[in-house]
């Protein structure tokens, strides 16, 4: 997990259990995967302060999660890096093969377009 402030303030923490290595690719559908982001963004979103999350998705079955929070709040950060993690984590852990991992970048927006601090081709997902 990042943390990012004005001044990128980064604190590293990887959002996977060791038991939760997922399988050899396989031939797994899109609408698979989907599946699991649909479930993912129910989780992230649950907090009224989350403004928006993006995502990117590595060839390395890797899926970060780019959360967008309005300001600098360490409440709501801790709250996002202990409960929401474990909540998304907790997805996993009835699944013997997860379809990827995934990490956790938690962004202040300070009044910035949160385009400009997500990579370029980060996707934005939608809060239903």
């Known amino acids: 997990m990042a943390i990012n402030a004005p001044t990128p303030l980064a604190i ?16 797994s559908s899109n609408s698979q995967d989907a599946g699991w982001m649909a479930k993912i963004r129910q989780e992230v979103y649950k907090n009224p302060k989350v403004e928006e999350v993006y995502a990117t998705i590595g060839d390395d079955l890797l ?7 309005a300001r600098r709040d360490v409440g709501l950060i801790r709250e ?3 409960d929401q993690q474990e909540n998304v984590l907790d ?15 938690i962004y202040y927006r300070e009044g910035r377009d949160a385009r ?12 239903f």
């Open 12 to 27: 590293s923490s990887s959002a996977q259990k060791e038991s939760l290595t997922p399988a050899a690719p396989t031939d």
């Open 63 to 69: 899926v970060d999660y780019w959360i967008i929070i």
């Open 80 to 82: 996002l890096i202990k």
């Open 91 to 105: 997805l996993f852990s009835s699944t013997e093969n997860p379809p990827f991992q995934i990490d956790f970048h």
């Open 116 to 127: 400009d601090l997500v990579p370029d081709k980060a996707i934005k997902i939608p809060n």
